[in-house]
């Protein structure tokens, strides 16, 4: 009988994609990855940039430097992800084959090694052309090779909640458990379910009877059961800002669990995500034994227009353009507190705010710092933001996440929409931005929470626009 040999999969890879992820040659898995040599030059063209683009495209050649060690790259060698990789190029006098009009351009070039693999196969082997390059997809599938996106980090993404709907003849004491001791097993609760589930650690939870009724919940790993999110009360209401939607009361509780240290907030414009964890950090601060000693707040430096060019001043005044929406966030948190007390004797309710706020800036409660200054830092007992998030790459993020320290604790947030980063935004995307990137590894840690923030409470006009625009 004959044995019948399963053909694997011919990956044609260009510079973009090496670019966007240095290990895409394992990521793509136990198939052969061919690279034209002209991706090799590309690599070395970018090498020296001092950006994102260049550490990546340094980071890319060394990978390749430990293939190189192992055998020859023109005969091939053997992956780490048991695949093959080998380097191949073409003959300018082929462009021939190519359609007219097409240039002899290293692009026309990676599809010409396509079609020649295609060619010496027989039609035997799936070719694919790999790119994150749009156009260059779009002429491969015109000269009838098959080509796609990387599609490596485009799982569908982490939103850290989850509906659990109980069944009709659901036990109706598990509503007056979780309610009169704020928190539930798991296996009581997993045995009324419709339809299993997927238990994340901090998987933010809305436990939905057949009748209607709902309440919410954080499913914790360690304890084997689920926590009751308990809304704020009346007097709670009074001392300021609260959270005005589930969403912002599942994050509120994720910011303030001393077992969680590291928090996502993703969300439209609106949602609250800045505002959530600036009242978190602020309310945390000096505050018992479970207390931060700082909030700072670090935030991009990147303009969302034309950039200004050279700005006079000191490092503070340069800077103070990109504090103004922390310190919107923190006068607004103090008025709402001023409106529900007494002021200070003698003061207006604004000299009561401004000296609050002054007092927090000059005993360096809080500090807003723009990122660039992180590297080298050790941050300990300190309730760290990172607003706007999705305009850092990968290697920021990694940088930023490793200078947390005992007793700390770290917020990313940011809208994946809204990618301003115009240094490095021909590589960022939704999908392969630094806050993203920190979803996806995450997940299912134990120190991690996460929540999708959905529901915008700027004004009907924000959540119109974030919805229609």
């Given at each position: 009988?004959?044995?019948?040999?399963?053909?694997k999969?011919?990956?044609?890879?260009?510079?973009s994609?090496?670019?966007?992820?240095?290990?895409?040659?394992?990521h793509?898995?136990?198939?052969?990855?061919?690279?034209h040599?002209?991706v090799l030059?590309?690599?070395?063209?970018?090498k020296?940039?001092?950006?994102?683009?260049?550490?990546?495209?340094?980071?890319?050649?060394?990978?390749?430097?430990?293939?190189r060690?192992?055998?020859?790259?023109?005969?091939?060698?053997?992956?780490?992800?048991?695949g093959?990789?080998?380097?191949?190029?073409?003959?300018?006098?082929?462009f021939?084959k190519?359609p007219?009009?097409?240039?002899?351009?290293?692009?026309?070039?990676?599809?010409l090694?396509?079609?020649?693999?295609?060619?010496e196969?027989?039609?035997?082997?799936?070719?694919?052309?790999?790119s994150?390059?749009?156009?260059?997809?779009v002429?491969?599938?015109?000269c009838?090779?098959?080509?796609?996106?990387?599609?490596?980090?485009?799982?569908?993404l982490?939103?850290g909640?989850k509906?659990?709907?109980?069944?009709e003849?659901?036990?109706a004491?598990i509503?007056?458990?979780?309610?009169?001791?704020?928190?539930i097993?798991?296996?009581?609760?997993?045995?009324?379910?419709?339809?299993?589930?997927?238990?994340?650690?901090?998987?933010?939870c809305?436990?939905?009877k057949?009748?209607?009724?709902?309440?919410?919940?954080i499913?914790?790993?360690?304890?084997?059961?689920?926590?009751?999110?308990?809304?704020?009360?009346?007097?709670?209401?009074?001392?300021?800002?609260?959270?005005?939607?589930?969403?912002?009361?599942?994050?509120?509780?994720?910011?303030?669990?001393?077992?969680?240290?590291?928090v996502?907030?993703?969300?439209?414009p609106?949602?609250?995500k800045?505002?959530?964890?600036?009242?978190?950090?602020?309310?945390?601060i000096?505050?018992?034994p479970n207390?931060?000693?700082?909030?700072?707040?670090?935030?991009?430096?990147i303009?969302?227009?034309?950039?200004?060019?050279?700005?006079?001043?000191?490092?503070?005044?340069?800077?103070?353009?990109?504090?103004?929406?922390?310190?919107?966030?923190?006068?607004?948190i103090?008025?709402?507190?001023?409106?529900n007390?007494?002021?200070?004797?003698?003061?207006?309710?604004?000299?009561?705010?401004n000296?609050?706020l002054?007092?927090?800036?000059?005993?360096?409660?809080?500090?807003?710092s723009?990122i660039?200054?992180?590297?080298?830092r050790s941050?300990?007992q300190?309730f760290i933001?990172?607003?706007?998030?999705q305009?850092?790459?990968?290697?920021?993020i990694k940088?930023?996440?490793?200078?947390?320290?005992?007793?700390?604790k770290?917020?990313l947030?940011?809208?994946?929409?809204q990618?301003d980063?115009?240094t490095?935004?021909r590589f960022l995307?939704?999908?392969?931005?630094?806050?993203?990137h920190?979803?996806?590894?995450?997940?299912?840690q134990?120190?991690?929470?996460?929540?999708t923030?959905?529901?915008?409470e700027?004004?009907?006009l924000?959540?119109?626009?974030a919805?229609?625009?």
């Open positions: 009988m004959e044995t019948i040999i399963k053909r999969k011919v990956f044609v890879v260009d510079t994609v090496l670019v966007h992820d240095d290990k895409a040659i394992e793509l898995g136990d198939n052969e990855v061919v690279l040599g002209v030059e590309e690599l070395d063209g970018l020296n940039k001092s950006d994102e683009v260049g550490f990546v495209a340094r980071s890319a050649i060394h990978r390749l430097e430990e293939y060690l192992k055998g020859s790259l023109r005969d091939g060698v053997s992956t780490s992800a048991n093959f990789l080998r380097v191949d190029f073409t003959d300018d006098r082929d021939e190519l007219v009009g097409f240039e002899r351009t290293n692009d026309n070039r990676i599809i090694l396509a079609k020649k693999i295609i060619d196969s027989d039609g035997q082997t799936e070719v694919i052309l790999i994150r390059d749009i156009n260059l997809r002429k491969a599938n015109a009838g090779i098959k080509s796609g996106d990387y599609e490596y980090d485009k799982k569908g982490y939103s909640t509906i659990l709907e109980f069944q003849e659901c036990d004491d509503f007056q458990i979780i309610h009169g001791e704020g928190f097993g798991e296996d009581v609760v997993l045995k009324y379910l419709k339809e299993p589930v997927e238990l994340v650690p901090n998987l933010c809305f436990f939905k057949p009748t209607g009724e709902q309440c919410l919940a499913y914790k790993k360690s304890l084997s059961g689920f926590k009751l999110v308990s809304k704020f009360n009346k007097g709670q209401k009074k001392n300021g800002v609260v959270p005005r939607n589930h969403e912002q009361l599942f994050a509120y509780h994720l910011l303030t669990d001393p077992g969680i240290v590291i996502t907030l993703v969300g439209k609106g949602s609250g800045t505002l959530i964890s600036t009242l978190a950090g602020y309310n945390q000096d505050e018992g207390s931060f000693q700082q909030l700072i707040v670090y935030r991009p430096n303009e969302l227009g034309p950039k200004l060019g050279y700005l006079p001043g000191t490092l503070k005044e340069k800077f103070d353009p990109w504090t103004q929406p922390i310190l919107d966030q923190l006068d607004l103090l008025k709402d507190r001023e409106k007390n007494k002021s200070k004797e003698g003061f207006s309710k604004n000299q009561a705010i000296d609050d002054e007092h927090f800036f000059l005993n360096n409660l809080v500090v807003i723009p660039s200054f992180l590297r080298g941050l300990h300190k933001i990172v607003d706007e998030a305009n850092l790459t990968k290697h920021q940088t930023i996440v490793t200078r947390v320290g005992e007793g700390a770290i917020v947030t940011g809208d994946l929409d990618i980063n115009q490095v935004n995307s939704s999908e392969s931005n630094g806050l993203t920190v979803i996806q590894r995450f997940k299912g134990e120190v991690y929470g996460h929540i923030m959905k529901k915008s700027r004004s009907p924000a959540q119109l626009a919805d229609i625009l």
